[in-house]
């Protein structure tokens, strides 16, 4: 009898176990969802100007993903090449240039496109037009460059992995606004801006909800198969 009531009640645990982890990755699904959609639309608005910017913005700002027009000059003696990106499956770098804003003193990140690198010689700049002079970058305000994995060294020079705002605003001694711009439009100056899409994600959590709640009925069907099926149909046998 004390077997049979320990069984149940570890059956009735893993049960209840895998259904709110279920449930949980479900939730977590549709809040990603529901943050995918808003940055969407965002995306639909109005663009902002260059004096509507905020000088601090939060990582959760609504500001974010808001399409934006920014007028400045270029300041490509601080051009950034950051290695090991792709477009369209193709590795080489993604072209990071400050903008200082016309009529601010504050200075923006543009994540301007992606352009192919020279494997032959791997420490060659590769070719790309920066107009003089007052120009007009059409984009979305986004997050810094994303990080790919690195050991944490502090890297110098044109090429790098990563670009750490922080060290990038010391390094150089510019008013380097928290955010950037990526550039938007077609190919030009030498740059591709096909920019990979992201997806909300919320797919995955939804299939781990599912896996959850398909081990909580695999669960519940061994308890009754074993526990109460089996047993009578032994008894009927004997």
Known sequence: MLKRIVIAAAALLGIALTLNLGFWQWSRGQQRTAMHDAIEARARL???????????????????????????????????????????????????????????????????????????????????????????????????????????????????????????????GLPLLPWSLQQAGPASEGLLRQWPQAGSGAEKNYGYAFQWWALAALIAILYVWFQLVLPRRQVRAA
């Not at 240039?97 to 420490?123: E, S």
């Not at 070719?127 to 979305?140: D, F, L, N, Y």
């Not at 994995?149 to 044109?158: H, K, W």
């Open 46 to 172: 109005a663009p902002l100007a260059s004096p509507d910017l905020p000088a601090q913005m939060r990582p959760d700002d609504p500001l974010l993903h808001r399409p934006a027009v920014l007028e400045g000059e270029w300041l490509p003696a601080h051009t950034v090449f950051l290695d090991n990106r792709q477009m369209n499956g193709v590795p080489g770098f993604y072209v990071v240039t400050p903008l200082r804003l016309q009529g601010r003193k504050d200075v923006v990140l543009v994540q301007r496109g992606w352009v192919p690198r020279n494997f032959a010689r791997r420490d060659a700049l590769p070719p790309v037009e920066t107009p003089a002079g007052v120009v007009q970058v059409r984009g979305r305000l986004a997050p810094p460059p994303a990080r790919l994995y690195d050991f944490d060294q502090e890297e110098t020079g044109p090429i790098r992995q990563n670009l750490d705002l922080s060290r990038f605003r010391t390094e150089t």
